[in-house]
């Protein structure tokens, strides 16, 4: 379960399919959105989850189509996951583009703009069998999630304040 060295093309669909929305949200950020009083812990989290991610992703070809089989359905859901996430960013960039639009939920899903890349990362390297991108995953869900939250709360407290 320690992953095979090699080039991932599979990492790197999903790391575009990650980082090209990203991109357009720059320019895109939600009225009022700040990231001023982040918990410095949750962004060391962040940070280095996001390192260990990308650096994870595309080093191991583990993640690459090896025909199928029982644990293709990983690979399946971890798809599922990155196209809700697509989803997500889509409905984010037709809407009014406020904070509350930024910190939604999204068929089911908490805080669905951090929670379904991170689950989508964990299921690749579940599928994998790449400890270390499972735990990179967490790692980044750890910090990238409760960032979200962290926010979030705050927004609740705007609102019925």
Request: charged share 15%; glycine share 10%; net charge negative.
């Amino acid at each position: 379960m320690t992953g095979h060295f090699g080039f991932s093309y599979i990492g790197l669909i999903f790391l575009l399919l990650l980082f090209i929305p990203n991109m357009i949200w720059t320019g895109k950020k939600p009225q009022g959105y700040t990231s001023e009083n982040e918990n410095k812990i949750l962004l060391m989290f962040e940070r280095t989850g996001e390192i260990l991610t990308v650096i994870c992703a595309i080093v191991f070809d583990d993640f690459n189509l090896h025909g199928w089989s029982d644990w293709s359905w990983w690979l399946i859901a971890s798809f599922v996951l990155m196209a809700m996430y697509e989803l997500w960013w889509i409905r984010y960039f037709r809407s009014e583009r406020k904070l509350s639009d930024f910190y939604s939920n999204f068929m089911g899903i908490p805080l669905a703009g951090a929670t379904l890349p991170v689950l989508s990362f964990f299921l690749l390297g579940i599928y994998g069998k790449v400890i270390w991108l499972a735990a990179a995953a967490l790692i980044l869900g750890f910090g990238h999630i409760g960032i979200h939250m962290q926010h979030s709360r705050e927004l609740d407290c705007e609102k019925s304040g």
